[in-house]
């Protein structure tokens, strides 16, 4: 008798009703039944997945990285509301699929698998794992990062100090199964190189001195999760051969004997140096290297990666005013280009450093200028960009003159006082209109759009803006604006 096909069956924690049952003449079937979905067995031949939410559930689109080209059958109750066009798109970016009802007619096979790039996150997916813009050098990382996530393979972390290592360190936890399990981050560079050894692999009482009770170390603290060890290249010589036993049999020797202890752990690392070039010189060694490098990451400097700034100085804008209790702020629009021409040697952590700088000393003004960030012009080393000349040629571009903090805070009696009343006169209404009309687009530009905080910057009620939108004829101007006040 020939062997039957494998089906796998991810209810999402809707009920079977016994189906599985009504399948078994034509498929050999398993059946997961949690609310979060296991990885279907890798002799699958068919994924059937309950489809019941309005989108697939985060916890399912983590697992399209390791099975994206696995037919799926996506299964409706009979009489369960129709899905709209949105959720059924959702839903079908999950690979290669195909819709069925939930009944006992038997599912059939010969959906032809499809190679498709893992489903993309969105934005709130993508935050949720502390990234913010995805240029195609950070698409690149992710990617990575998604694949390393389904295994338990090391992952080297390379790129310089700022960049973001311990970030990506957290998402490949976050998008494996162990993201209920600890995870563990350790400087290696932090710790006093007599030290290094009992912090990371534990010790017993008595072991030295001060060892006056059992130390378990960091690698079985973060047993069943992820061990992420910074600065890899600052370990001494000593700490590095009993990490690489660590790497080759899966168990730690604590420090004063005893046996040896099993842990199963993922190892992440990061280096903001050439660990090659410290192999060549001596100071790191190369059997480790090998062990370390199975599934290097290079994280791109900021400055490759300009198109983020604007999204990642929004997102820091407001977190930063949350943590020190200020009213939320916005960035003048030409503030942009400005962070976008940077060098930014300390990358993301020195954007993050210079958004909160700016904000604590603005004070009370709501909008952050060019003036507020005159202070990273100091530091571009020479040779590197002209901040100003790249400003000068994006305001040209724009054809406008950004304002500045002076002007954005003059009063409407001081700015009356540059207006001179014609010979043959003007009209009051027209000119009241058009300076009003300025005032709210540059508004809705400051706040990027955003009504409620542009109605704010104004002094005005949100209904009493919406009203002079309408009445000023900017509601085609303004289609694009958004009423909340969402962080990004």
């Known amino acids: 008798m020939a062997?039957?096909?494998?089906?796998?069956?991810?209810?999402?924690?809707?009920?079977?009703?016994?189906?599985?049952?009504?399948?078994?003449?034509?498929?050999?079937?398993?059946?997961?039944?949690?609310?979060?979905?296991?990885?279907?067995?890798?002799?699958?031949?068919?994924?059937?997945?309950?489809?019941?939410?309005?989108?697939?559930p985060t916890s399912l689109l983590r697992l399209m990285s390791e099975v994206s080209a696995l037919p799926i059958l996506l299964l409706q109750a009979p009489g369960a509301p129709a899905l709209s066009p949105m959720a059924l798109a959702a839903w079908g970016r999950l690979g290669s699929v195909r819709w069925g009802l939930l009944n006992s007619e038997i599912p059939q096979g010969g959906l032809r698998p499809l190679n498709s790039a893992p489903v993309p996150f969105t934005a709130t997916q993508a935050l949720a794992l502390g990234l913010v813009g995805f240029s195609p050098a950070m698409a690149a990382v992710v990617g990575r990062a998604r694949a390393a996530a389904a295994t338990r393979?090391?992952?080297?972390?390379?790129?310089?100090?700022?960049?973001?290592?311990?970030?990506?360190?957290?998402?490949?936890?976050?998008?494996?199964?162990?993201?209920?399990?600890?995870?563990?981050?350790?400087?290696?560079?932090?710790?006093?190189?007599?030290?290094?050894?009992?912090?990371?692999?534990?010790?017993?009482?008595?072991?030295?001195?001060?060892?006056?009770?059992?130390?378990?170390?960091?690698?079985?603290?973060?047993?069943?999760?992820?061990?992420?060890?910074?600065?890899?290249?600052?370990?001494?010589?000593?700490?590095?051969?009993?990490?690489?036993?660590?790497?080759?049999?899966?168990?730690?020797?604590?420090?004063?004997?005893?046996?040896?202890?099993?842990?199963?752990?993922?190892?992440?690392?990061?280096?903001?140096?050439?660990?090659?070039g410290k192999v060549q010189d001596g100071s790191f060694r190369e059997d480790l290297f090998y062990r370390l490098d199975v599934v290097p990451i290079q994280m791109p400097p900021l400055r490759s990666r300009r198109e983020e700034v604007p999204f990642l100085a929004q997102h820091f804008l407001n977190r930063k005013a949350r943590e020190h209790g200020l009213y939320p702020k916005a960035l003048h629009p030409s503030v942009d280009p400005l962070l976008m021409s940077m060098p930014w040697p300390g990358n993301v952590r020195q954007l993050e450093n210079a958004i909160e700088r700016a904000v604590i000393l603005a004070g009370s003004r709501p909008v952050l200028t060019r003036q507020d960030f005159t202070f990273l012009m100091d530091r571009i080393p020479e040779g590197e960009i002209l901040v100003e000349e790249a400003f000068q040629r994006s305001s040209q571009g724009q054809g406008t003159e950004a304002p500045s903090a002076e002007t954005l805070g003059t009063s409407g009696s001081e700015a009356g006082s540059y207006l001179d009343i014609p010979p043959d006169g003007l009209d009051l209404n027209h000119v009241v209109s058009e300076v009003e009309r300025n005032l709210m687009l540059q508004s809705l530009a400051i706040?990027?759009?955003?009504?409620?905080?542009?109605?704010?910057?104004?002094?005005?009620?949100?209904?009493?803006?919406?009203e002079k939108m309408k009445r000023l004829e900017l509601e085609e101007e303004g289609a694009e604006v958004t009423d909340g006040d969402s962080d990004l």
């Not at 399948?23 to 699958?44: F, I, K, N, Q």
Request: aromatic content about 6%; overall charge negative.
């Open 153 to 276: 393979a090391t992952v080297l972390l390379s790129g310089e100090s700022g960049s973001g290592k311990e970030v990506i360190a957290r998402a490949i936890h976050q998008l494996s199964e162990d993201r209920e399990q600890p995870f563990v981050a350790v400087h290696c560079g932090a710790i006093p190189e007599n030290l290094v050894e009992s912090e990371l692999f534990g010790y017993n009482k008595g072991a030295f001195t001060d060892a006056r009770k059992d130390t378990p170390g960091k690698f079985r603290e973060a047993n069943g999760g992820t061990l992420f060890l910074d600065e890899v290249g600052t370990m001494p010589l000593s700490a590095q051969v009993r990490l690489l036993r660590v790497l080759q049999e899966r168990e730690v020797q604590p420090l004063g004997g005893g046996p040896p202890v099993k842990v199963d752990v993922r190892v992440v690392v990061a280096t903001n140096s050439d660990l090659w």
């Open 3 to 56: 062997a039957l096909n494998r089906l796998h069956w991810s209810t999402l924690g809707e009920s079977s009703e016994g189906l599985e049952n009504a399948w078994a003449s034509a498929w050999e079937v398993s059946v997961d039944r949690g609310a979060s979905p296991a990885l279907p067995p890798r002799d699958t031949d068919l994924w059937a997945i309950s489809a019941s939410g309005t989108e697939p």
């Open 447 to 466: 706040t990027r759009g955003n009504k409620k905080r542009a109605a704010e910057l104004l002094g005005l009620k949100r209904t009493t803006f919406l």
